[in-house]
């Protein structure tokens, strides 16, 4: 089981930066690949991005790539979202979420953080 918990979400205008982070509980964090996604009001759910269970590798949403980016710190069981030249169109609800190496899908997800950009 994972438990994970998002914070640093928040207001910000246009063009600002704001750095999620998702603290995660377990002792095999590094086993996991982890995700980013978010749902704006009446959107569905979608991707942001996702890095490997080294760190080694990661893949983002077109929208995104080049203006934000995902990390990890398996030693402190943190995965983080720097989120730079923010647009209002990014606002949404954030969800950090945990894949296992066994899984095809994302096993476990936070409760969210709202990100509010104004224009």
């Known amino acids: 089981q994972v438990q994970l918990v998002e914070s640093g979400g928040g207001l910000v205008q246009a063009g600002g930066s704001l750095r999620l982070s998702c603290a995660a509980s377990?002792?095999?964090?590094?086993?996991?690949?982890m995700g980013w996604f978010r749902q704006a009001p009446g959107k569905v759910r979608e991707f942001v991005a996702t890095?490997?269970?080294?760190?080694?590798?990661?893949y983002y949403l077109e929208s995104v790539n080049g203006r934000f980016t995902i990390s990890r710190d398996n030693a402190k069981n943190a995965v983080f979202l720097q989120m730079n030249s923010l647009k209002p169109e990014d606002t949404a609800v954030y969800y950090c979420?945990?894949?296992?190496?066994?899984?095809?899908?994302?096993?476990?997800w936070g409760q969210g953080t709202q990100v509010t950009v104004s224009s």
């Open positions: 377990g002792r095999t964090f590094s086993s996991y690949v």
């Open positions: 890095i490997s269970g080294s760190g080694s590798s990661t």
């Open positions: 979420a945990a894949k296992s190496a066994s899984s095809g899908i994302y096993d476990y």
